[in-house]
C-alpha cells in the first residue's frame, strides 16, 4: 500500500469512528429524555453487560415514542418490562447444587 492509499484508509475509519459516536450520543440523549434516572442508569448497566440487548432496547423505546406510546418518563419497572419481553419468553437459567452427604 502506498502513502495515498493508507491515508484514505485512515480517513474512512476516522468518519466511521465519528459517525458511530454520533450515533451513541443520539441514543443516550433520546434515553436521557425519556427515562427516569434510574431507570437510565439501568439501560446504561445493560449496555455494559450486552451490546445486542441494549441496541435492542434502544430501538424498542424509541418506537414506542414514535408511536405515540409513552407519555411521561418512563421508570425502572417499566424498563423491566421491556427488557423482559425483549428476551423472550425462555426461562432464565436455573442453578441446582446436589450434594453428597
Known amino acids: 500500500m502506498n ?5 484514505e484508509l485512515k480517513r ?3 468518519a466511521e469512528l465519528q459517525q458511530a459516536q454520533e450515533m451513541e450520543s443520539q441514543k443516550k440523549s433520546l434515553l436521557k429524555n425519556l427515562l427516569e434516572p434510574a431507570a437510565y442508569e ?14 435492542q432496547l434502544v430501538g424498542m ?8 406510546q ?3 418518563k418512563l421508570g425502572e ?3 423491566l418490562q ?4 425483549l428476551r423472550g419468553s425462555g426461562r432464565e437459567p436455573t442453578i ?6
Open 82 to 85: 421491556i427488557l423482559s419481553k
Open 77 to 79: 419497572g417499566q424498563v
Open 3 to 7: 502513502e495515498n492509499e493508507l491515508a
Open 96 to 101: 441446582t447444587v446436589k450434594r453428597k452427604d
Open 61 to 68: 423505546v424509541a418506537y414506542l415514542y414514535k408511536a405515540g
Open 70 to 72: 409513552i407519555r411521561g
Open 42 to 55: 439501568r439501560v446504561m448497566n445493560v449496555r455494559l453487560a450486552s451490546p445486542e440487548l441494549y441496541d
Open 12 to 14: 474512512k475509519r476516522i
